[in-house]
């Protein structure tokens, strides 16, 4: 039987985005590193050097900058591939330029002093797809609308999760039905704007209806967007209006 997952939240300094240790929740267990964002590196790779755990891969919800800062450094120290939604691949060359300046210029500098390269291995998630974690296959469902690759990533599994103030909050700690990551698709009570590059208003109404359909298999299902606190898709049916457009 393979051991269950547990996941750490890390939170970024830019933007308040969420990044997430997905892992396997035994000493030197295989893990997968979700939205690693700006400055977010050292406190991941304290987590993993305490558990021992082994890095197989990062993925991104989304290709903006404030979700993928620090994914080539990661992936290059590790020799590991980014897995990201084919439609936001090109992000990759250059993901500052991704986002107007007004959410850029506070870290320009600091962007332009460490450099950025493309990740050499950059693995492109088909609409449907899976990622390998371990003995476990977490199932991905790319819907555009804020970007054009927006996907969720899906562990349909128990996952433990470290209590993280701000994400956490009322939750309980073992998520029996699964975890699934919604990037700046869907939060709780809303969703991710359409307003910037790469957004479209239509595809993201198209979006929502076929991520009706998917919360409402999983409902139990516990939601972790890319900014702020965690919910469940049961939840969101009920409450988040924009599902029932």
């Known amino acids: 039987m393979s051991s269950p997952l547990a ?3 890390v939170v970024s300094p830019f933007l308040q985005a969420t990044c997430c240790v997905l892992h ?7 893990a997968l590193i979700i939205d690693p ?15 021992e755990l082994e890095p197989v891969g990062l993925a991104v919800t989304h290709g903006h900058l404030d979700h993928v ?16 939604g084919r439609g936001d691949s090109y992000r990759l060359d250059c993901p500052i330029d991704q986002l107007p300046d007004a959410f850029t210029g506070a870290i320009r500098p600091v962007w332009e002093q460490l450099g950025w390269q493309r990740p050499a291995q950059v693995r492109e998630l088909a609409e449907e797809d ?41 939750l309980a ?3 029996e039905h699964g975890i699934a990551f919604t990037g700046d698709i869907l939060f709780r009570g809303s969703i991710g704007r359409t307003d910037l590059p790469g957004g479209s208003s239509d595809d993201m109404l198209a979006s929502l209806r076929r991520l009706r359909a998917l919360a409402e298999q999983r ?27």
């Open 7 to 9: 996941v750490r939240f």
């Open 24 to 30: 396997e929740d035994q000493q030197g267990g295989a």
């Open 37 to 51: 964002g700006f400055d977010v590196a050292p406190t991941v790779q304290a987590y993993l050097d305490a558990g």
């Open 69 to 84: 800062a620090d994914a080539a450094r990661l992936a290059a120290d590790w020799d590991v591939p980014v897995h990201v």
């Open 130 to 170: 899976t990622i390998q974690l371990g003995a476990h296959r977490l199932t991905t469902t790319t819907l555009p609308g804020h970007t054009e690759g927006s996907t969720i990533i899906c562990a349909d599994t128990p996952v433990r999760a470290v209590p993280a103030g701000g994400i956490t909050d009322g």
């Open 173 to 175: 700690e073992l998520h």
């Open 219 to 245: 409902r139990a299902m516990t939601i972790v967007p890319g900014h702020g606190p965690a919910s469940a898709f049961g939840r969101e049916l009920t409450d988040n209006r924009f599902l029932s457009l």
